[in-house]
């Protein structure tokens, strides 16, 4: 697998209840969404909000992008949406 994550940037999005990632396979970029019930399943303490949401991704950024690395590696596409059944 040639998955990195070379940009830091993830974006709160209420519309599709998730946070969104990029990661990067040589020059394709890779998008990913994690759902808030998923970064609830890793930090029970995580309330609701953005802030709130943000902190529980920053705090569990090592597990997140192991899953994210095991989904495209499974299946390896340009979008995927992280689950609480990917933790």
């Not at 998730?18 to 019930?37: K, N, P, Q, R, T």
């Not at 609830?40 to 909000?49: E, K, L, M, T, V």
Request: net charge negative.
């Amino acid at each position: 697998m040639s998955l990195h994550f070379p940009n830091p940037i993830r974006r709160y999005d209420t519309a599709r209840d998730c946070v969104c990632f990029w990661g990067s396979d040589s020059a394709l970029e890779i998008a990913f969404e994690v759902e808030f019930a998923a970064l609830r399943s890793i930090d029970s303490s995580a309330g609701p909000g953005e802030a709130s949401m943000l902190l529980a991704y920053d705090e569990h950024l090592a597990t997140i992008r192991k899953a994210a690395g095991a989904a495209y590696s499974r299946k390896r596409q340009s979008y995927h949406r992280l689950t609480a059944a990917d933790f």
